[in-house]
């Protein structure tokens, strides 16, 4: 079995606990976390574990004040990623009924608040689904995670080491993908026209919150 066999899985494990909403079971499993950290190799890991140390020096009711402040409150950082490709339109709401299919087919099951692109749960699907198959569904999703990557590091937030580790699991941007994370920085999402039907079927359309909590 590949270094990559191995190791990408656990490292998307650990990067969706990292992105999902800080709760109370979270000190409790950040030596663990370490040890994946440690064992992922110095791109991948570094990163990781400078967040893991932000978390364990930083009290757990702040940490989930500042998730929320970044996630909750500030569009440009956004954690459910066709909102990058799709904006709030009505091909937003069939790329997460695509996503939800795909997942079903895998074996993975949703609870019935968590929404099927949050980076938290595409880095599950990631991690369930194996090596192939996770990197290609977050290489489809690259141009938005770079732009998220960009977006919480400008704006100084702790959760940028985490999507540097994620960026860290895929292969080098080529120019399409360059590109592409340019036009979103410049353009952001698109908009539905005024007058359209709504989008899909309501329960996979909610305006974007923390995510899975």
Request: overall charge negative.
């Given at each position: 079995?590949?270094?990559?066999?191995?190791?990408?899985?656990?490292?998307?494990?650990?990067q969706?606990?990292?992105?999902?909403y800080?709760?109370?079971?979270?000190?409790?499993?950040?030596?663990?976390?370490?040890?994946?950290?440690?064992?992922?190799?110095?791109?991948?890991?570094?990163?990781?574990?400078?967040?893991?140390?932000?978390?364990?020096?930083?009290?757990?009711?702040?940490?989930?004040?500042?998730?929320?402040?970044?996630?909750d409150?500030?569009?440009?950082?956004?954690?459910?990623?066709?909102?990058?490709?799709?904006?709030?339109?009505?091909?937003r709401?069939?790329?997460?009924?695509?996503?939800?299919?795909?997942?079903?087919?895998?074996?993975?099951?949703?609870?019935?608040?968590?929404?099927?692109?949050?980076?938290?749960?595409?880095?599950?699907?990631?991690?369930?689904?194996?090596?192939?198959?996770?990197?290609?569904?977050?290489?489809?999703?690259?141009?938005?995670?770079?732009?998220?990557?960009?977006?919480?590091?400008?704006?100084?937030?702790?959760?940028?080491?985490?999507?540097?580790?994620?960026?860290?699991?895929?292969?080098?941007?080529?120019?399409?993908?360059?590109?592409?994370?340019?036009?979103l920085?410049?353009?952001?999402?698109?908009?539905?026209?005024?007058?359209?039907?709504?989008?899909?079927?309501?329960?996979?359309?909610?305006?974007?919150?923390?995510?899975?909590?």
């Open positions: 079995m590949s270094r990559a066999a191995t190791v990408l899985p656990l490292a998307w494990q650990a969706s606990v990292l992105l999902c800080p709760d109370e079971e979270l000190p409790g499993r950040l030596p663990l976390l370490r040890e994946v950290a440690s064992a992922a190799g110095a791109r991948i890991g570094r990163p990781m574990h400078r967040f893991v140390d932000h978390a364990a020096s930083t009290p757990q009711p702040d940490l989930a004040a500042d998730y929320v402040a970044t996630f409150h500030r569009k440009r950082c956004c954690l459910f990623l066709t909102y990058y490709s799709y904006g709030d339109t009505r091909k709401g069939m790329a997460l009924l695509r996503l939800k299919q795909s997942y079903a087919a895998a074996g993975l099951d949703l609870t019935s608040d968590e929404l099927p692109d949050h980076l938290a749960v595409v880095l599950e699907y990631a991690a369930t689904a194996g090596p192939e198959a996770g990197k290609d569904l977050l290489q489809q999703h690259r141009a938005g995670l770079e732009l998220l990557r960009l977006a919480l590091d400008e704006a100084a937030s702790p959760w940028a080491d985490v999507l540097e580790s994620v960026s860290a699991t895929l292969p080098p941007l080529l120019g399409d993908q360059r590109r592409a994370v340019a036009r920085a410049a353009q952001g999402p698109p908009e539905e026209q005024v007058g359209l039907a709504p989008f899909a079927p309501p329960e996979y359309m909610p305006q974007p919150r923390g995510g899975p909590r």
